[in-house]
C-alpha cells in the first residue's frame, strides 16, 4: 500500500505540479523536485542535513514559481504559450541546481530511482536513449508517443481545473495514462535493449 502510494505521488505529482501543457525538457523530468523531496529517497541517498536544508529551499522556491505561473496560463489561454516555456526554464533550472547539492554517487543513484518509479516512460529522455543505443525509428516513435502523453495530460488537467472531475479521478486518468505510455514505449525495445534497461535500474528502494 505504501509502495503505491509513494509511486502515485512521483508519478501523479509531476503531472499536476505543473497544471497545463508543457513543451517538456525530456532531461529534466518533473519527477526530480518530487523524488528528492521523499524521505525514502533521501535516506537511500544518504543526504546530509545541509544537502537536506538546500534542496528544501531549492523545491519550495521552484513550487512558489510553477504554481504562479501554471495557474496564469489556465486562467488565459493567451498567457499560455509563454507559461509553458517559463515551466519549462523553471524545470530545467531547478534540476540543475538540485543536482550540484548532489555528489556523483547520489546523482547516479538518483536516476536508478527514476527508472524504478517512472519506468520506460523515462525513455524520452535522450541522454537514455543514447545509453540504450536507440536508432532514428526508435526515438521518432517515442517522440510521437510523448506527444501524445501530453495532449492527454493536458487534457485530462484542463478537465479538472474546470471542475468536469475530481482530484480521484484525475489521478487515476493520470495514472491510467502514464502505464499505457510506458507499455507502449517497452514494446519499441528490442530484447537486448529491455535486458539492458532492467539492468539500469540498480538495487530496488526500500520503502
Given at each position: ?19 497545463a ?8 523530468p518533473?519527477?526530480?523536485p ?17 544537502q537536506?536544508?538546500l ?28 507559461a ?28 536508478q530511482?527514476?527508472?524504478q ?15 540504450l ?23 485530462i488537467?484542463?478537465r479538472?481545473?474546470?471542475g468536469?472531475?475530481n ?18 514505449i ?7 535493449q529491455?535486458?539492458q ?11
Amino acid at each position: 500500500m505504501k509502495r503505491t502510494a509513494l509511486l502515485l505521488t512521483v508519478l501523479l505529482a509531476s503531472a499536476s505540479m505543473v497544471g497545463a501543457k508543457t513543451s517538456a525538457t525530456p532531461d529534466s523530468p518533473a519527477s526530480v523536485p518530487v523524488l528528492l523531496g521523499l524521505e525514502p529517497v533521501r535516506q537511500d541517498l544518504k543526504l546530509s542535513s545541509l544537502q537536506c536544508v538546500l534542496l528544501d529551499s531549492l523545491r519550495a522556491e521552484y513550487k512558489a514559481k510553477v504554481g504562479v505561473v501554471a495557474s496564469a496560463g489556465l486562467l488565459d489561454s493567451k498567457l499560455a504559450p509563454k507559461a509553458s516555456a517559463d515551466l519549462d526554464a523553471y524545470r530545467a533550472s531547478y534540476n540543475r541546481r538540485a543536482l550540484n547539492v548532489l555528489n556523483p554517487a547520489q546523482q547516479q543513484r538518483l536516476r536508478q530511482i527514476e527508472r524504478q518509479m517512472l519506468g520506460a516512460s523515462l525513455l524520452t529522455s535522450p541522454s537514455e536513449q543514447k545509453l540504450l543505443g536507440l536508432d532514428d525509428r526508435q526515438i521518432r516513435k517515442i517522440g510521437e508517443i510523448h506527444a501524445y502523453d501530453q495532449t492527454k495530460a493536458a487534457y485530462i488537467m484542463k478537465r479538472f481545473h474546470e471542475g468536469r472531475i475530481n482530484s480521484f479521478r484525475k489521478d487515476l486518468d493520470l495514472r491510467r495514462l502514464q502505464k499505457t505510455v510506458g507499455r507502449s514505449i517497452y514494446a519499441i525495445l528490442t530484447p537486448d535493449q529491455r535486458k539492458q534497461w532492467l539492468g539500469l535500474t540498480g538495487s530496488k528502494l526500500k520503502l
